[in-house]
């Protein structure tokens, strides 16, 4: 059974920083792109931050340097580093696992409050 596990979120002030991290079993995680998506209150989920298999990174414009994804593939696990956070960083953060776009899972999320 696939299990993506989320933490790390919680109430953090404008400009602070909060660390997320998600384990995964059930995957052979290494082989595994991981992503991280966020959905706000009346917006869509959006793609938020990606690392590959072989460590190549993407990002939002809206979180180019302020957050850092990274991978601890003897772990099983993928983080996400924010830092300068702002009231619209607010959202649940969910943690994906993609091999194919059939063969993708999804976390049950973790909150993100950032208040101004």
């Known amino acids: 059974q696939v299990q993506l596990v989320e933490s790390g979120g919680g109430l953090v002030q404008a400009g602070g920083s909060a660390r997320l991290s998600c384990t995964a079993s059930?995957?052979?995680?290494?082989?595994?792109?991981m992503n991280w998506y966020r959905q706000a209150p009346g917006k869509q989920r959006e793609l938020v931050a990606s690392?590959?298999?072989?460590?190549?990174?993407n990002y939002a414009d809206s979180v180019k340097g302020r957050f850092t994804i990274s991978r601890d593939n003897t772990k099983n696990t993928v983080y996400l580093q924010m830092n300068g956070l702002k009231p619209e960083d607010t959202a649940v953060y969910y943690c994906n696992s993609r091999y194919s776009v059939a063969i993708n899972y999804w976390g049950k999320g973790t909150l993100v409050t950032v208040s101004s």
């Open positions: 059930g995957i052979v995680f290494s082989i595994n792109a």
């Open positions: 690392i590959s298999s072989g460590g190549s990174t």
